[in-house]
């Protein structure tokens, strides 16, 4: 499928299956994965939508979602060394969906032998797709974004446990609770840095290719050039690899990592 018609099909399954729920969701169309982390029925149906889209296109791609990756976590470890394949987050942002938030977006991102080549961001909500192919830069709704600058103080967004003794020259506030929509502010220059407790490949996938694409850097603390199925406890996006380093040293501590 060529770029265009990804992002159609992202925007048609969201305004089908997604956006008809928001705000209107039941209790019954609501459940808890684990503690604090929500699924919906819009979760499992755009999953599912896109899921038959995309293998329709290549019935031998891999397709790692988030949900079927909860319910076979296998998935997951083979996205590696899979030749083609998908990785999908049919609501990034759930919590804040279910809340009648409009912070959240769908995340699409194709691979080829384990590396990232074409990601999609899509925020139903503020109407905005953000596209990147691997050398082709990034486009918002057709637009060339521009190479990214960090500001002084550099501007952050982080989990609270790295908000609690910022050092000089971090301004630092909290993340949206979704990789659709902290990583556009990244791209867009909006904020210079994000930092994540998490690094499942449907959450970064596409937004760390944009940023690459755009000169910036991404790495799990410690660790070279992040990749989807990297491991590690602590992610930092930066709009530079100078900021990322400034970052990695002055925000993490022992103390952090042993949370």
């Known amino acids: ?62 397709i790692v979602g988030e949900e079927a990756s909860f319910a076979d976590p296998s998935l997951v470890d083979a996205l590696p060394e899979a030749d083609h394949a998908w990785v999908v987050d ?22 080829r032998g384990g590396e990232t080549v074409r990601g999609w961001i899509w925020q139903p909500v503020a109407g905005r797709m953000f596209v990147a192919e691997l050398g082709a830069g990034v486009r918002c709704n057709g637009e060339e974004l521009g190479r990214l600058s960090a500001a002084e103080p550099a501007r952050g967004r982080v989990p609270g446990r790295l908000r609690r003794m910022p050092p ?3 301004d630092l ?9 902290d990583y556009p502010l990244l791209l867009t220059g909006e904020t210079d840095l994000l930092g994540f407790t998490h690094h499942h490949p449907w959450d ?25 199925g990297d491991s590690g406890r602590l992610l930092f996006a930066a709009a530079s690899e100078d900021l990322w380093r400034r970052a990695d040293a002055a925000l993490v501590t022992d103390a952090i990592l042993g949370l």
Request: with cysteine; proline share 8%; hydrophobic share 45%.
């Open 1 to 62: 499928m060529d770029a265009d018609a990804v992002a159609e099909a992202i925007v048609d399954v969201a305004a089908r299956l997604i956006l008809p729920r928001f705000g209107r969701l039941r209790p019954d169309e609501v459940d808890a994965k684990k503690p604090g982390d929500l699924v919906t029925v819009a979760d499992t149906e755009a999953e599912a939508a896109l899921t038959a889209i995309l293998q329709a296109d290549d019935p031998r791609a891999l």
């Open 168 to 170: 000089p020259g971090f």
């Open 90 to 111: 049919p609501v990034d942002g759930t919590n804040n969906f279910a809340q009648g938030d409009p912070r959240f977006g769908v995340l699409v991102a194709e691979l």
């Open 204 to 228: 970064h996938a596409a937004g760390v290719l944009m940023l690459n694409e755009l000169g910036g850097y991404a790495a799990m603390h410690g660790g070279g050039p992040w990749r989807p």
């Open 173 to 181: 506030r909290p993340t949206s609770r979704s990789c659709a929509v």
